[in-house]
Structure formats: C-alpha cells, structure tokens
C-alpha cells in the first residue's frame, strides 16, 4: 500500500467520524488528509507529509469552526432551547395552520399556560419547555 493510500483512507474514516457530531474537527482533519495525500501521491517524504498534515489541521480546524458559526442556519445563543432566562419568541402560522414558536432562528410547538388564543406575530415570554413544545404566558 503506498502512503497516499493510507492518507485517502485516514480522511474517509474523518468524514465518517464527523457524522457522530465532532463540530467539524474531524472533518477539518479529514481535508488535511486529503491535502497530505496530494503531497504524498506527488512523492514528498513521509516527515513532510506528517508536518503538512500538522499544518492543514492548525490552519483548518479553527477557520472551519468560525465558518460554521458564522453561516450556520441556527442562530441560537444558548447551547439549549430554554436554558436562558427571560427569552422572548415571536408565534408564527405556518401554511398549515398550526402555530410555532420562532426563538433564535428555530421553531417549536407552542402551548399557552393560561389556555390564551394563540395570535402569530406577538412577542411572548417562554416558561419553560415540556420535552419540546414551548409553554407560553
């Protein structure tokens, strides 16, 4: 088996291993894989390859990281739904009918507290969360 074989096979095994969730570290150490593997398959030394690879991944690994902050679709600021204190939602109709609570860029299924009508486009305070549906004031 020649070097890049090895390098081709490390990277596949990366993106693999992102599936599971890593936050795009896997996935950034897989890009540098396949960065190695060119410099392998163009036949650099496998000392070189070592610090290209170490390279790619400093260089990789953090800017993936911001990237992926920066353009994710979810514009959350609390790590989970309900966990800040004082958040505020907006309700909103979808096509169907039903209503959803819109915080920070997701929906959720919504129930009032009181039993108040829902009404889309009102500001709402959340209580708190039953599994995932929102309780409203």
Avoid at 2 to 20: K, P, V
Avoid at 42 to 62: H, R, S, Y
Wanted: aromatic letters at 12%; charged letters at 15%.
């Amino acid at each position: 088996m020649l070097a890049w074989h090895g390098w081709l096979i490390a990277a596949l095994l990366l993106f693999l291993l992102e599936l599971t969730g890593t936050g795009f570290v896997a996935f950034a150490l897989g890009l540098a894989a396949l960065i190695t593997m060119a410099a392998a398959w163009l036949g650099v030394g496998l000392a070189t390859q070592w610090f290209i690879f170490a390279i790619a991944a400093l260089v990789l690994a953090p800017a993936l990281k911001y990237l992926f902050r920066r353009y994710a679709p979810s514009q959350r600021t609390s790590f989970l739904a309900g966990e800040g204190s004082q958040q505020q939602g907006e309700i909103v109709q979808l096509p169907s009918g039903d209503y959803r609570l819109k915080l920070e860029g997701d929906l959720f299924m919504v129930r009032s507290a009181s039993g108040a009508e829902l009404t889309a486009g009102i500001q709402v305070k959340v209580c708190r969360f039953d599994g995932i549906t929102a309780i409203i004031d």
